[in-house]
């Protein structure tokens, strides 16, 4: 009796452990998903690019959620990429621009994924600028599937988008570029 007491116990423990642990990880896409997007708007037509700098800001807790400061400053600059936010500081976490390449079937799309996967494991998000009508337009890469592909969320207005086919978009525009970001230790 004991010992089915004890193995009942352990089996108890493990599946709370293995729960507790698969729980985490999707809490985090919730709480990036319905904390900070669903809380989050894009301001003007061209702000795309600091309303996803803002995201991240948000998601880090290093800004309020009524922040908006990037995309009024920013408002329908036509001329803004990336590297309007290269190595550039904001609250403790500074942005890169990664994978300034042409466009074309020498694109290093495996190292680019390889990047993507390898910030989603350090528990990162990461920047993605996406062919969208008549342009292109910045999404938040938030996790990767069972499947190895990417979820991205973005803003247009109050309207959420959400690819889940974020590699195949990638694919198809033979490549693009990313910002990813650093934060201090502890953060």
Not at 65 to 80: C, T, V
Request: charge should be neutral; glycine fraction near 4%; aromatic fraction near 12%.
């Amino acid at each position: 009796m004991k010992k089915m007491l004890f193995i009942l116990a352990v089996c108890i423990h493990t599946s709370i452990v293995f729960h507790s642990k698969a729980q985490t990880q999707k809490d985090d896409d919730f709480e990036f998903f319905d904390t900070v997007v669903n809380n989050h708007n894009q301001l003007f037509q061209m702000s795309c690019i600091p309303s996803a700098v803002e995201m991240i800001l948000k998601y880090h807790k290093v800004v309020d959620f009524d922040f908006y400061n990037l995309q009024n400053e920013w408002q329908n600059k036509a001329d803004g990429s990336f590297r309007d936010f290269n190595n550039r500081e904001l609250y403790g976490i500074t942005f890169s621009q990664n994978f300034v390449l042409p466009r074309n079937a020498t694109f290093p799309i495996d190292s680019l994924f390889q990047t993507i996967e390898n910030e989603l494991k350090s528990e990162k998000k990461v920047i993605i600028s996406l062919p969208a009508e008549g342009g292109w337009h910045m999404f938040v890469i938030c996790r990767q599937t069972p499947d190895g592909d990417f979820v991205s969320y973005s803003k247009l207005g109050s309207h959420t988008l959400i690819l889940r086919n974020t590699k195949e978009i990638v694919k198809k525009s033979n490549g693009t570029e990313i910002l990813t970001y650093r934060t201090p230790p502890g953060m």
